[in-house]
């Protein structure tokens, strides 16, 4: 057997499947109020921006912009940015960011993945940020591609897993990981793309909980509430190693795929 004979496309989206269903637009409308405000000071952002080159661009798409962590960051750069969500929650929000920090030149689209994008604008920049967790990657990325004029910027995160295994074993919650960048590398490749890799790594939503009890409320909010043998299991996870707790388990990875459209 040789990689030819391997269909990425369908393999991801047999994995996508098997893992379970992307949340909804209603699950990432109750979320936007949790989320409020960009985090444009936090080193996932700051990490993303430095590795994105805004040369020669006076716009840019930015693909489940959520309430504009990357569209804030990227205003003072440039002339338009386009922020496309299918969330209408997160779109408010992300106008009520905008106006509050000044910016005039963010303009927001009510659009899903899965819509047709015929009138969505070509971009100079291209950018999905923490949000392609779709059910269909090639279709999304022939997306990303036939908008961007210059550049396409992507994060998926490394492993799959948006809580570390250790602690959903401990909670009895195991489950499938989500595909990641390897998918993403592979589809690319066989449309003709050799993209970029860089990787980020940031806090995951458990870091710095003072104690048990705000961990494992944390824990509980995630992956839905525990009963005491859950718990018990928990703690003792918690308790065997303090440094780890400390830092709620694994960080996040970030895979940052990216490229030039003239490659
Ligand atoms: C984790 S947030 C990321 C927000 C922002 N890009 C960032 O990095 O902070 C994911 C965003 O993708 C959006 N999203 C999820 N699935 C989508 C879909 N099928 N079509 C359009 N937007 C979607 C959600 O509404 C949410 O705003």
């Given at each position: 057997?040789?990689?030819?004979?391997?269909?990425?496309?369908?393999?991801?989206?047999?994995?996508?499947?098997?893992?379970?269903?992307?949340?909804?637009?209603?699950?990432?409308?109750?979320?936007a109020?949790?989320?409020?405000?960009?985090?444009?000071?936090?080193?996932?952002?700051?990490?993303?921006?430095?590795?994105?080159?805004?040369?020669?661009?006076?716009?840019?798409?930015?693909?489940?912009c959520?309430v504009?962590?990357?569209?804030?960051?990227?205003?003072?750069?440039?002339?338009?940015?386009?922020g496309l969500d299918f969330s209408p929650r997160m779109l408010a929000l992300l106008t009520?960011?905008?106006?509050?920090?000044?910016?005039?030149?963010?303009?927001p689209i009510t659009?899903?993945?899965?819509?047709?994008?015929?009138?969505?604008?070509?971009?100079?920049?291209?950018?999905?940020?923490?949000?392609?967790?779709?059910?269909?990657?090639?279709?999304?990325?022939?997306?990303?591609?036939?908008?961007?004029?210059?550049?396409?910027?992507?994060?998926?995160?490394?492993?799959?897993?948006?809580?570390?295994?250790?602690?959903?074993?401990?909670?009895?919650?195991?489950?499938?990981?989500?595909?990641?960048?390897?998918?993403?590398?592979?589809?690319?490749?066989?449309?003709?793309?050799?993209?970029?890799?860089?990787?980020?790594?940031?806090?995951?939503?458990?870091?710095?909980?003072?104690?048990?009890?705000?961990?494992?409320?944390?824990?509980?909010?995630?992956?839905?509430?525990?009963?005491?043998?859950?718990?018990?299991?928990?703690?003792?996870?918690?308790?065997?190693?303090?440094?780890?707790?400390?830092?709620?388990?694994?960080?996040?990875?970030?895979?940052?795929?990216?490229?030039?459209?003239?490659?």
């Open positions: 057997m040789t990689v030819f004979a391997i269909d990425f496309a369908r393999l991801y989206r047999d994995h996508m499947a098997a893992a379970g269903k992307p949340k909804t637009r209603e699950d990432w409308d109750e979320r109020g949790k989320m409020k405000q960009g985090q444009e000071k936090g080193i996932y952002t700051t990490a993303l921006m430095g590795r994105m080159d805004f040369s020669d661009c006076d716009s840019l798409l930015d693909v489940g959520g504009g962590t990357v569209a804030l960051s990227a205003a003072p750069h440039l002339d338009r940015i386009y009520e960011n905008a106006r509050s920090k000044g910016y005039s030149n963010i303009y659009r899903a993945w899965e819509d047709d994008w015929s009138d969505v604008p070509v971009c100079d920049i291209v950018v999905a940020s923490r949000s392609s967790v779709v059910t269909d990657m090639a279709d999304a990325l022939e997306k990303l591609n036939s908008k961007a004029r210059r550049r396409v910027y992507l994060t998926s995160l490394v492993g799959g897993y948006f809580i570390d295994p250790g602690i959903l074993a401990a909670a009895n919650r195991q489950r499938m990981p989500l595909p990641d960048y390897l998918y993403i590398v592979n589809i690319l490749y066989r449309m003709g793309i050799h993209p970029r890799l860089d990787y980020i790594e940031s806090e995951n939503r458990l870091a710095g909980k003072k104690d048990f009890t705000q961990f494992s409320r944390k824990v509980g909010a995630i992956l839905g509430e525990l009963n005491p043998q859950e718990a018990e299991r928990l703690k003792a996870w918690y308790d065997a190693d303090p440094e780890r707790a400390r830092s709620g388990g694994d960080p996040f990875r970030w895979a940052v795929v990216s490229w030039e459209k003239s490659i």
